[in-house]
């Protein structure tokens, strides 16, 4: 069984900085690419920043030069800074794991979803 732990959301204010982590745990023998996608009310699950496992990442335009994706591979973690802040960024945080490859499962590959974390940025 896979499980993605996240943490580090929270309450900012507009301007301030967050940092998000998501664990993997569970009978993982690689990732292919973990990334974050959040969710605002009444909105669709929109990708925000994605990163493989040789580090190529991608970011949505909105989050461009104020975001920034991190991975540590032998820990299983994603990590997304986030800086500058805007009310606009006010969303539940998902992690993803895609292309997972679960041992004794004869090779084929998972994608996986974390519970969630809300930020919220607000004065």
């Known amino acids: 069984q896979v499980q993605l732990v996240e943490s580090g959301g929270g309450l900012v204010q507009p301007g301030g900085s967050l940092r998000l982590s998501c664990a993997a745990s569970?009978?993982?023998?690689?990732?292919?690419?973990m990334g974050w996608y959040r969710q605002a009310p009444g909105k669709q699950r929109y990708l925000v920043a994605t990163?493989?496992?040789?580090?190529?990442?991608n970011y949505a335009d909105s989050v461009k030069g104020r975001f920034t994706i991190s991975r540590d591979n032998a820990k299983k973690t994603v990590y997304l800074q986030m800086s500058s802040l805007r009310p606009e960024d006010t969303a539940v945080y998902y992690c993803?794991?895609?292309?997972?490859?679960?041992?004794?499962?004869?090779?084929?590959?998972?994608?996986?979803w974390g519970q969630g974390t809300q930020v919220t940025v607000s004065s």
């Open positions: 993803n794991a895609d292309g997972v490859i679960i041992s004794g499962l004869g090779g084929g590959r998972y994608e996986f």
């Open positions: 569970g009978n993982i023998e690689s990732i292919s690419a």
């Open positions: 990163i493989t496992s040789t580090a190529t990442t």
